[in-house]
C-alpha cells in the first residue's frame, strides 16, 4: 500500500514559533504537496515540489515556506506561526503522470494558540 | 480562473435512498475531473476520476459520476447509500498537460446519512 505519513495527528503552538510539519512517502513519487483544509473553503494549494530541491508556490504560500532535501520527505515550515494559520493540514503525493492518483496522509492539526 | 463549485454544504440522506452530490466547474477547456471522500479523521481518497471517453465512470464503493460537457459538471451518484458512506466528499480538477497533478477543489459537501 502506498502511504503517506504525516509526523503528527495532533500539534498546539504558540504565536510567534517556528514550527516544522513533516511529510514522508514511500511510494518514490516525483510530485509532493502540501494543502491546507478550512470548512467551507475545501483544499487549497500551499506549495508542491516536482523534485528534489525544487519547489513552487500554490495558492496560498503567504506565511509558509518548504523544503525537500530527500526525494521522499516533504516539509512545510511555518516561520512565524500565527493564529490565522490554525487549520488542518494535508500532504499528498503522486507519480509524474495523471495515470495514477494522487494519495493523502491523514493530517495535522494545527492550533496556534 | 479555474474554480470548482459543490452549492450543497450539507445533504442528509436516508439509508437505502440514492444519492445525488453536485459538482459545477469553471475551466479554459475539460480538465481532468476528480471525486475524493474523506471520513472523520482521515486524509482523501480518491472515489473516481475522468479524463476522457465514456462520460459515465465507474468508482469504488458502489458511486459514479457522470461528465456533462454542456453544464461544464460531473455529478457524484450512488442508488443506495449505506450509513458508512456519511463523511465528506470533494470534487476536483486538474489541468491537462501540465504533469504537476495541481488540483483544484470545491469546497466540499458533508453528507449525513439518518437511519
Known amino acids: 500500500d502506498v502511504k503517506v505519513t504525516q509526523s503528527s495527528r495532533y500539534l498546539v503552538k504558540r504565536t510567534g514559533e517556528k514550527v516544522f510539519l513533516e511529510c514522508v512517502q514511500d511510494?518514490?513519487?516525483?510530485?509532493m504537496f502540501w494543502y491546507r483544509q478550512d470548512p467551507g473553503l475545501g483544499l487549497r494549494l500551499i506549495y508542491f515540489s516536482y523534485d528534489v530541491k525544487m519547489k513552487e508556490k500554490g495558492d496560498i504560500p503567504e506565511g509558509y515556506s518548504v523544503s525537500r532535501e530527500k526525494k521522499e520527505r516533504f516539509s512545510l515550515i511555518l516561520e512565524s506561526a500565527s493564529t490565522n494559520q490554525t487549520s488542518m493540514y494535508l500532504c499528498?503525493?503522486?507519480?509524474?503522470?495523471?495515470?495514477?492518483?494522487?494519495?493523502f496522509g491523514q493530517g495535522t492539526r494545527l492550533t496556534v494558540v | 480562473a479555474q474554480s470548482v463549485t459543490q452549492p450543497d454544504i450539507h445533504i442528509t440522506v436516508s439509508e437505502g435512498a440514492s444519492l445525488e452530490l453536485r459538482c459545477n466547474y469553471s475551466?479554459?477547456?475539460?480538465?481532468?475531473l476528480f471525486w475524493y471522500v474523506q471520513s472523520p479523521g482521515q486524509g482523501l481518497q480518491l472515489l473516481l476520476k475522468?479524463?476522457?471517453?465514456?462520460?459515465l465512470v465507474q468508482g469504488i464503493k458502489g458511486f459514479e459520476a457522470e461528465f456533462k460537457r454542456s453544464q461544464s459538471s460531473f455529478n457524484l451518484r450512488k442508488p443506495s447509500v449505506h450509513w458508512s458512506d456519511a463523511a465528506e466528499y470533494f470534487c476536483a480538477v486538474g489541468p491537462r498537460g501540465t504533469g504537476f497533478q495541481k488540483l483544484v477543489f470545491g469546497t466540499g459537501t458533508r453528507l449525513l446519512v439518518s437511519p
Open positions: 475522468y479524463f476522457s471517453g465514456d462520460t
Open positions: 475551466y479554459g477547456a475539460t480538465p481532468y
Open positions: 499528498a503525493s503522486s507519480p509524474g503522470n495523471w495515470d495514477t492518483e494522487a494519495f
Open positions: 511510494m518514490d513519487h516525483e510530485n
